[in-house]
């Protein structure tokens, strides 16, 4: 079994390259670890926006990683910073 955090770090990842992309900062995350992740498995991640906090020039994020057998292996939710440069 793959330790949890380590599937965690794929949603840094596609935070901090792709949605919403570089310059943003983690102000809060909560993850839920659904179930085990196994070496071998194929782990897919999808994130969305929930919520534009315009006062604190923030997003809400939602995410899930699935795994080949399309079971959710993990889910949670964040609260990521704008760069001064998008305000």
């Given at each position: ?17 792709k ?15 659904l ?5 071998g ?47």
């Open positions: 079994i793959a330790h949890g955090i380590l599937t965690a770090a794929l949603i840094s990842a596609v935070l901090g390259t949605l919403p992309g570089p310059g943003y900062i983690y102000l809060q995350q909560e993850i839920k670890f179930k085990p992740v196994f070496p498995d194929t782990i897919s991640v999808e994130v969305e926006i929930t919520k534009k906090i315009n006062e604190k020039k923030s997003l809400e994020l939602s995410f899930t990683c699935t795994n080949q057998r399309n079971q959710i292996v993990l889910g949670g939710s964040s609260i990521i910073k704008a760069p001064p440069s998008l305000y």
